[in-house]
C-alpha cells in the first residue's frame, strides 16, 4: 500500500472518529483546521512546483470546506454575523481561484490569515458558552 494513501486513510478514520464525538462548535473548529491544511498543502504544492493535479487537489478540497461552511450558515436567524460570513466566505472563494489560476501565494496566505483568526473565534466559542449565567425561567421572575 503506498505510505500517502495509508495516511490519508487514517486521516479519514481519524476525522470520522473525531466527528462521531463532536459537539457542533467542535466540527466547525474541524472543519477550519482541515481547511488550513489544505491551504497549507496548495501552498506546499505552489512553492515546490508540484504537478497542477496535487495543486488542484488541495485548492478544490479547501473550496469543498469553505462551500461547507456556507452552507451551514443560518442566514434567517444568524443576523450580520451570518451575512458578514457568507461575504466573507464567498471572497476566499473567489481569491482560491485567483491563487489557483496565477500561483499567488500572498493571495493564499491572506485567506489563510482569514481562516486562521475566524478559527480562533470558534475556539473561543465554548469559554463563552460556559461563563453565561443561566437566564432564569420566566416563573421565576
Known amino acids: 500500500m503506498n505510505l500517502n494513501r495509508a495516511i490519508s486513510q487514517y486521516a479519514d478514520v481519524n476525522a470520522t472518529s473525531?466527528?462521531?464525538?463532536?459537539?457542533?462548535v467542535d466540527l466547525i473548529i474541524m472543519?477550519?483546521?482541515g481547511l488550513s491544511d489544505a491551504l497549507t498543502v496548495a501552498q506546499g504544492h505552489i512553492q515546490h512546483g508540484s504537478s497542477l493535479a496535487l495543486k488542484n487537489k488541495a485548492l478544490q478540497r479547501a473550496n469543498a470546506i469553505i462551500c461547507g461552511l456556507l452552507d451551514g450558515l443560518d442566514l434567517e436567524n444568524g443576523g450580520d454575523l451570518a451575512l458578514n460570513l457568507q461575504s466573507l466566505y464567498f471572497y476566499m472563494i473567489k481569491k482560491l481561484i485567483h491563487v489557483n489560476a496565477y500561483n499567488d501565494i500572498a493571495g493564499l496566505e491572506e485567506?489563510?490569515?482569514?481562516?486562521?483568526e475566524i478559527a480562533a473565534a470558534w475556539r473561543e466559542v465554548p469559554s463563552l458558552i460556559h461563563n453565561q449565567t443561566p437566564a432564569k425561567p420566566h416563573y421565576l421572575n
Do not use: R
Open 111 to 116: 485567506i489563510k490569515n482569514l481562516v486562521n
Open 31 to 33: 472543519l477550519f483546521d
Open 18 to 24: 473525531q466527528a462521531s464525538h463532536a459537539s457542533h
